[in-house]
């Protein structure tokens, strides 16, 4: 307790001392952490809506016509295939009645066609748009399927938006990282370098090393913490308005976005842990480096 | 604390010796007096014994520390017991005297009454309690080094190491000085010191530990300088 009491009073005067230095560490920990959590909150937002539109993508193989296929035998092999998640099965009059109820007012016209001719099909799900194109292709090699119907232009922009979206979330999260963890490795690294003289008397007159380094450490988590806390306020402070002008202008996305506030908290909390977490680590690192350099007998 | 050297040479890199093959033995409660010419590894053999130097070749033992052999994170309990006073004062310019030598204990989760029962004893021993709320740049280098004597006795150590506490001293204030280390030695304290002032060393009548580039010349009870 004695010990705590020296060491956050070593901390505060820390934290004085070089004022100006921990403010701007605490802005930019606090903007890259801001950053860092809207890319996240928006690669996930984005992550939900691509997975519902991949929920959404179904393929449809329509079967030759032909009266003596056998279509339990024909649904059985389709559902063994790799990437096949749900399928159903629609005969040719489920499949007109589908029709008739799609086109409602103007469904008198299929009348005109006189016999259905619309063959037994199967509806399938997969679970990933880059799996759409590998069923097309298992699909295209069965005798019995004659056409192949799917939104094949959507599924590939649907991967590729969601590849590009999880790269550029990474690279921004390393990014907001690397650059929180140099602003907070420096600042303490300045602080270090700036009682180089006085952390020598220290371990010169029976200050254990970890007695030394313990109110740096507490400067450099938390600051980045405090940092952490600004960006969770900048996040509740953009996130929740952005939500809002999204609902009202693309009521669509409605059903993808994360709305749920507690989950937001949760994604907060997680955050500043976060935030203090990279701030203890670079600090313990940059103390026991320059401790153990200016204490190491010659 | 007793303090033995056994076969002691430190070599600077590249080849620099500034101890050669040193053999001595200092009891508990001695006082010492380490002499010799600028460059004759006198600080060097106070450095070996605070351990902020290692020895190349030979043994260091004070007290039940092997200092060769001793592990890293037993250094600062050993250092605990050694109080040191150097020349340049080694103390911290942004706190006063108080807190310079309160500081030292408080390394040692010494709780904050005991340390500022025993910070008043010292201080008051240096006779500095007046000037105790001044920084170091506040005082004279006679003040500046009774402050740093007053926190070498802060730990109560078993052993005061000096490093030519009179140097930048006029006469009179380096006799004050003596005086409070005489003291300290009277109490049971081992105390070496190393110095270039003739007149301490032959008013004194000590143990003497001449040094000549890097080699022991002469080891003698109540020698002259």
């Not at chain 1, 159903?88 to 009059?93: A, G, M, V």
């Not at chain 1, 409602?104 to 099909?121: R, V």
């Not at chain 2, 004194?204 to 020698?223: A, C, F, Q």
Request: hydrophobic share 45%.
């Amino acid at each position: 307790m004695t010990t705590l009491k020296y060491v956050l009073r070593d901390m505060f005067r820390l934290l004085i001392h070089h004022w100006v230095l921990g403010l701007l560490t605490l802005i930019t920990a606090g903007v890259m952490l801001w950053i860092l959590g809207i890319t996240t909150l928006f690669s996930l937002n984005l992550e939900n809506l691509l997975l519902r539109l991949e929920s959404e993508l179904t393929v449809q193989a329509y079967l030759v016509r032909d009266n003596t296929l056998n279509i339990e035998e024909i649904a059985e092999k389709i559902q063994k295939l790799e990437y096949v998640y749900t399928m159903k099965i629609y005969s040719p009059s489920d499949s007109l009645a589908k029709l008739q109820e799609k086109m409602g007012s103007h469904s008198k016209a299929l009348d005109m066609l006189g016999e259905n001719p619309i063959p037994y099909n199967f509806e399938i799900h997969v679970h990933k748009a880059e799996e759409v194109e590998k069923l097309v292709e298992e699909l295209r090699a069965m005798p019995e399927v004659d056409d192949i119907v799917y939104a094949g232009m959507v599924v590939r922009r649907i991967s590729a938006l969601s590849r590009i979206s999880s790269r550029v979330a990474l690279i921004m999260f390393i990014l907001s990282v690397i650059i929180t963890a140099l602003v907070v490795y420096n600042t303490i690294h300045i602080s270090l370098y700036s009682r180089r003289e006085e952390i020598g008397i220290m371990y010169l007159v029976g200050a254990t090393k970890s007695y030394i380094a313990s109110p740096f450490v507490l400067e450099g988590t938390l600051l980045a913490f405090f940092g952490a806390l600004i960006a969770v306020g900048g996040i509740i402070g953009t996130y929740f308005p952005g939500i809002i002008l999204l609902q009202t202008n693309l009521p669509v996305l409605n059903s993808s976005l994360i709305t749920d506030k507690n989950t937001i908290f949760r994604f907060c909390a997680l955050l500043a842990g976060f935030g203090a977490t990279l701030g203890w680590v670079c600090s313990y690192l940059v103390v026991s480096r320059f401790i153990n350099s200016i204490t190491r007998p010659e | 604390m007793n303090i033995n050297f056994s076969g002691v040479s430190k070599i600077f890199e590249p080849d620099i010796a500034a101890l050669i093959d040193i053999n001595i033995n200092i009891e508990q409660g001695e006082f010492v007096y380490v002499i010799g010419q600028t460059g004759s590894g006198k600080s060097t053999l106070l450095r070996l014994i605070t351990r902020e130097l290692l020895p190349s070749r030979g043994s260091i033992s004070v007290g039940d520390f092997n200092l060769r052999k001793m592990r890293k994170s037993d250094v600062p309990y050993y250092r605990r017991d050694v109080g040191l006073v150097a020349q340049d004062f080694k103390l911290i310019p942004s706190l006063t005297v108080y807190e310079n030598i309160a500081f030292v204990m408080e390394t040692m989760s010494v709780p904050k009454k005991l340390v500022e029962e025993r910070a008043k004893e010292v201080i008051n021993q240096v006779g500095l309690w007046r000037k105790r709320f001044m920084k170091p740049n506040q005082l004279s280098g006679g003040e500046q080094q009774r402050t740093a004597i007053a926190r070498a006795l802060a730990n109560s150590p078993s052993l005061f190491i000096a490093d030519e506490p009179t140097g930048n001293l006029d006469f009179h204030t380096a006799a004050d000085v003596m005086k409070i280390l005489f003291s300290i030695n009277a109490a049971g304290v081992t105390v070496v010191m190393s110095t270039h002032n003739q007149n301490i060393v032959n008013s004194t009548r000590k143990r003497v530990i001449e040094l000549d580039n890097g080699k022991l010349i002469r080891d003698e009870m109540g020698g002259l300088y």
